[in-house]
């Protein structure tokens, strides 16, 4: 794995530990408390809702996954 892959690892660890702290949180408020730029927890959100460890309410806000759970 690359840098690049590390970074990226690191940042889908911050924002699942931020989830974990934070509960069901949105894209900004992740962004915000990771200190990562918003299009990136979005992209990385994809990431982990299409692999089951985030879940995408209908409220439009994002939780721990059953994977996580």
Not at 30 to 58: F, M, Q
Request: hydrophobic share 40%.
């Amino acid at each position: 794995m690359g840098a690049r892959g590390g970074a990226d690892v690191s940042r889908g660890l911050a924002v699942i530990d931020a989830l974990a702290e934070g509960g069901e949180l949105g894209t900004n408020e992740i962004a915000r408390r990771t200190g990562v730029n918003a299009s990136s927890v979005s992209r990385l959100l994809a990431t982990l809702a299409a692999e089951g460890y985030v879940d995408h309410s209908a409220s439009g806000r994002y939780r721990l996954g059953i994977r996580l759970v």
